[in-house]
């Protein structure tokens, strides 16, 4: 079985200043990650995936990830925010080889964007 | 443009009431999801379907059960609504593949009086 840790139940942050939101997994095998966010009173959508290769992924909205093996971690970077970047953030896990092929979210982070 | 629908966005029923939460895909996947909302809990499962006619239980399928007769509708039932069932429902689906993107749609929220 496999878990998520999102560190940050919220982080605050000031308009045009750099965030990093925190995931942290753990799991017996592979795994695939992915970031997605859900903005006010809408369904959650896809920010960035990583599946295989470079372990820095770019995503929509400046939006970046790097995936640390050694660290099983899976950190969302933005070097600035904006106001509309306000929403809460969720990490996620699946096993990339056989046990279940239902993914695992984490708790979602909610990034708070003041001007 | 890819696209999930749920039947509606507000709800509100009445303890004891049967209640039909309905969601539909128009992309042709394979998987379908459940999923219950709740602050500081992040998204349980509640079902999930691999095919038609297919589902398995997630998390917290108690209270709870689910109706796939064709591929692109899935419907989630709460056979006796309760207060405690008064929460956000998010349905997803995703194609085949463990590494594809789900689909998420827009939400209901169900309050139960």
């Known amino acids: 079985a496999q878990s998520v840790t999102q560190l940050d139940s919220q982080v605050p942050v000031f308009e045009e200043a750099p965030v990093e939101l925190r995931c942290n997994y753990s799991?017996?095998?592979?795994?695939?990650l992915f970031w997605y966010v859900q903005y006010p009173n809408q369904g959650l959508q896809l920010l960035l995936k990583?599946?295989?290769?470079?372990?820095l992924v770019k995503g929509i909205n400046g939006f970046e990830a790097e995936f640390n093996k050694s660290q099983t971690s899976f950190h969302l970077r933005k070097p600035s925010v904006h106001i509309s970047d306000t929403a809460e953030y969720f990490c996620?896990?699946?096993?990339?080889?056989?046990?279940?092929?239902?993914?695992?979210f984490g708790r979602g982070t909610s990034l708070i964007v003041h001007p | 443009d890819v696209k999930v629908t749920q039947s509606s966005r507000y709800l509100v029923k009445r303890t004891g009431e049967k209640v039909f939460l309905e969601c539909v895909q128009d992309?042709?996947?394979?998987?379908m999801f459940w999923y219950r909302q709740d602050p500081g809990l992040g998204l349980r499962l509640i079902y999930f379907?691999?095919?038609?006619?297919?589902?398995e239980k997630g998390d917290i399928p108690e209270g709870y059960s689910v109706s796939r007769e064709k591929k692109e509708r899935f419907s989630l039932i709460l056979e006796s609504a309760s207060t405690n069932q008064t929460s956000m429902y998010l349905c997803?689906?995703?194609?085949?593949?463990?590494?594809?993107?789900?689909?998420f749609g827009p939400g209901t929220r169900l309050t139960v009086l």
């Open positions: 990583y599946l295989s290769g470079s372990t």
């Open positions: 379907s691999y095919d038609v006619k297919m589902k």
């Open positions: 992309m042709d996947h394979e998987n």
């Open positions: 997803a689906s995703r194609d085949r593949g463990y590494s594809d993107t789900q689909y």
């Open positions: 996620a896990v699946i096993p990339a080889s056989g046990g279940s092929y239902i993914p695992t």
């Open positions: 799991s017996s095998v592979s795994v695939y």
